[in-house]
């Protein structure tokens, strides 16, 4: 390449360190669960280990214990909490169509090792088998295992919870897991009464459903044996109340013909009466694992449980399930007899059976053989009911007698497709869009032609719905978002103006098209602080901060993508952090502005600079004030980025000599072009002994050069490596359309 800089070029390198503050508004930082592990009320979560493991046994079973966090929690109070952490386990596969999965929701003071205290239920070769299933428990909001609950030392940091609640944050875990419909929910007592909630707030995710020993509303004998627990409790504090509570509780959890066949007068070692040192016992063993103001939490949630409530009567809530639902009562329960069972079954059309048993309440978890058999006949018919049938171990079935079944309990469940292409739908991918100019207008058009794409054709990439959209007016007309809004990716109402309310919600993606270091800045860091990834076409936030937000997504197990930032629909960011680029990279240099190249292609056909900057604002090649691109500033930050991604340098720390485009250059490219030949502004960065050398300046190129053919809103960047030389890559690199379509690569991720 035989090339010439501009003679009058003597500018000294400088260093530009970033000073500029964040902006004036602050959004919530959420609590982030600590480095050892201990959830939001301070304790670790339980130690968990597969049945097999506990066995002594190395299992081949696939089993994540994680602690995750939900953002912008709304509760039946009123109240809204900016962040909770979840304590989930998940034991097995989800497979493909996400159709496997079984919720097991634990009871009063149960865990999310639902392995451990089900464990003849759940197993290799069991009902619930994780070679098939995907075993799915969470430690309920309001406990003390991880999940998000008030504590002795925190009893504030819950608002007061309902059963509702509990189920609407099971929700959100089945959607952060992408599982939109489970092949069965199940619990007993309290996480009985959640999966009644779930299946009358989400009806039309339940395939089945299975509740043992749990009314539809708490009852006159629930709420005494509370009350006398959360005397307990206060009289005797957070050691012996809780004691003592769990005393009362093992009272109501079994019979008075248990503990008479059991322990009789029987007198201990000690010469006690051995139900009384086996109280003592149970007493002791809860206290040394469980929190007593979690304890109160929990049951007070109980006390208020009722799934009729707004929902115009029990049998109205759970009328549209019925045909899915199943209550199995235990005669003889002391704590929530049979009866209260068989009313709400009745009453809603839902499946009853009865689970006679001399141990009582406490019968769903010892009772094991014949909960199996109700929990596999409850499997093989959710199965059933979906295409990618997922059948319960035919070692463990048996027919199961109704003593009772109301008369729409046998109706058959809907016809469904059951083709190979038909899968359980998947939520949408939900986006945060902050800016709707050329880049946030055109992602809305991209994702409005992908939108009508998709209903035309099978896509293994996830539907995308924006949720909210941050605009400096709402009110302005739009027509890029009225184009979303007739597609479905957008509502009506989704155009906000207060930054600090863009990512209240679900938020999966944040995609930052704003501009600049202060707003954008403070929405990319709290996004990443709250597990949230951003996708940014936002070269002046990289340049200035790339490497610390990079190391704070790294911290928060999260990731930000920026492909767009740097030469628009050219994907030279992904090739350079895989290697595809080359490894040893030398240099780095390009063509790396649309705008200036063509400018300066307009001036080389004639006009002036003014005249030629007008023609590229009025194809949107230009902003309003096209400064940053003509002295060079854009190619500054995006050159630091691209040495940033080349040779691992912080982005502020470069040096960089610059000459952007004035009257001057363009004088002197007329000139070049008049000879046949063209100037471009060219930016290259290059290894120089121990450091780097890194200079924008405009180049004069012959006019059959590589440089020279690149014409119009065009970018070029050539990337040279010890292993593979010399690669150039060239494509748009100017207008919202090619950005936007980089960002939607970096969204579709």
Request: aromatic residues 4%; charged residues 20%.
């Amino acid at each position: 390449m035989s090339v010439s800089t501009f003679p009058g070029n003597t500018r000294t390198p400088r260093v530009v360190v970033a000073s500029r503050t964040a902006a004036s508004f602050s959004l919530e930082k959420p609590m982030v669960t600590s480095e050892t592990g201990t959830g939001a009320n301070g304790r670790p979560p339980a130690t968990t280990q597969t049945a097999s493991e506990r066995a002594g046994v190395a299992s081949t079973i696939p089993a994540r214990d994680e602690i995750i966090a939900l953002h912008d929690i709304p509760f039946d109070s009123g109240e809204r909490l900016a962040h909770i952490d979840v304590h989930f386990r998940l034991e097995g596969a989800i497979n493909a169509a996400a159709d496997n999965v079984v919720l097991v929701v634990h009871a009063l003071t149960g865990t999310s090792e639902a392995s451990s205290w089900w464990k003849d239920v759940i197993g290799s070769d069991r009902a619930i088998d994780p070679s098939r299933h995907a075993v799915l428990s969470a430690n309920l909001l309001g406990g003390c295992e991880g999940t998000t609950g008030p504590s002795n030392a925190a009893p504030d940091a819950l608002p007061p919870i309902t059963t509702r609640d509990q189920a609407r944050v099971l929700a959100r875990l089945l959607d952060v897991l992408r599982v939109q419909t489970p092949l069965l929910v199940c619990g007993g007592s309290l996480g009985g009464m959640v999966t009644l909630e779930f299946a009358a707030s989400f009806p039309e995710r339940v395939r089945g459903a299975v509740c043992f020993a749990a009314p539809a509303a708490q009852t006159a004998q629930g709420l005494a044996w509370n009350a006398i627990k959360r005397r307990a409790i206060t009289l005797g504090g957070a050691h012996n109340g809780l004691a003592l509570a769990r005393m009362i509780g093992m009272l109501s959890y079994r019979t008075p013909e248990s503990l008479e066949r059991r322990f009789g007068r029987t007198r201990s070692a000690t010469d006690g009466f051995q139900v009384n040192e086996w109280l003592d016992a149970h007493g002791e063993r809860l206290v040394a694992r469980f929190d007593a103001t979690s304890y109160g939490a929990l049951i007070d949630a109980m006390d208020v449980h009722d799934v009729g409530r707004g929902r115009g009567g029990i049998a109205a809530a759970l009328e549209p399930v019925a045909d899915r639902l199943t209550g199995v009562g235990i005669p003889g329960d002391l704590l929530y007899p049979a009866e209260c069972v068989r009313e709400w079954t009745e009453a809603s059309g839902a499946t009853y059976i009865d689970l006679p048993s001399v141990h009582g309440h406490d019968a769903f978890l010892l009772e094991t053989d014949r909960v199996s058999r109700i929990l596999t006949h409850a499997l093989n018919a959710a199965a059933s009911r979906e295409p990618n049938t997922v059948s319960s171990n035919p070692a463990v079935t048996e027919e199961v007698s109704l003593v009772t079944s109301s008369s729409t309990a046998t109706h058959q469940s809907d016809v469904r497709d059951r083709s190979p292409l038909s899968k359980a739908p998947v939520r949408p991918l939900r986006i945060a869009l902050a800016g709707c100019g050329h880049v946030g207008g055109s992602l809305l058009d991209l994702l409005s032609a992908r939108h009508a794409e998709r209903t035309s054709r099978v896509s293994d990439t996830p539907d995308v719905h924006v949720t909210r959209i941050l605009v400096r007016d709402a009110s302005r007309e739009r027509p890029a978002l009225a184009r979303a809004i007739g597609e479905g990716i957008t509502s009506d109402d989704a155009c906000i103006t207060e930054a600090q309310h863009l990512l209240d919600g679900d938020i999966d993606v944040l995609v930052e098209a704003i501009g600049g270091t202060t707003t954008a800045r403070v929405l990319v860091e709290t996004a990443l602080q709250r597990g949230i990834r951003v996708v940014t076409a936002n070269k002046a936030l990289l340049s200035e901060q790339g490497e610390a937000l990079q190391t704070l997504a790294s911290q928060h197990g999260t990731r930000i993508d920026f492909e767009g930032a740097v030469c628009g629909a050219i994907p030279i960011v992904r090739c350079v952090r895989s290697g595809a680029a080359g490894v040893g990279i030398t240099r780095v240099s390009g063509i790396l502005n649309g705008t200036s190249n063509y400018v300066l292609e307009q001036i080389a056909d004639g006009l002036s600079l003014d005249a030629a900057v007008a023609a590229a604002q009025e194809l949107g090649y230009a902003e309003a004030d096209p400064t940053r691109d003509l002295n060079g500033q854009d190619i500054e930050d995006k050159l630091r980025v691209l040495a940033w991604l080349a040779f691992g340098i912080d982005p502020q720390t470069l040096k960089v000599t610059r000459r952007g485009l004035d009257a001057e250059i363009a004088l002197w490219a007329a000139q070049a072009a008049a000879e046949g030949d063209r100037v471009k502004l060219i930016a290259t960065c290059e290894r120089d002994g121990d450091g780097f050398v890194a200079r924008i300046l405009p180049t004069r190129v012959r006019g059959d050069d590589a440089w020279a053919a690149v014409r119009g809103p065009f970018n070029r960047v050539v990337i040279e490596s010890e292993s593979a030389g010399s690669i150039a890559f060239q494509g748009p690199g100017a207008g919202g359309l090619a950005t936007a379509g980089a960002v939607l690569a970096d969204v579709l991720q």
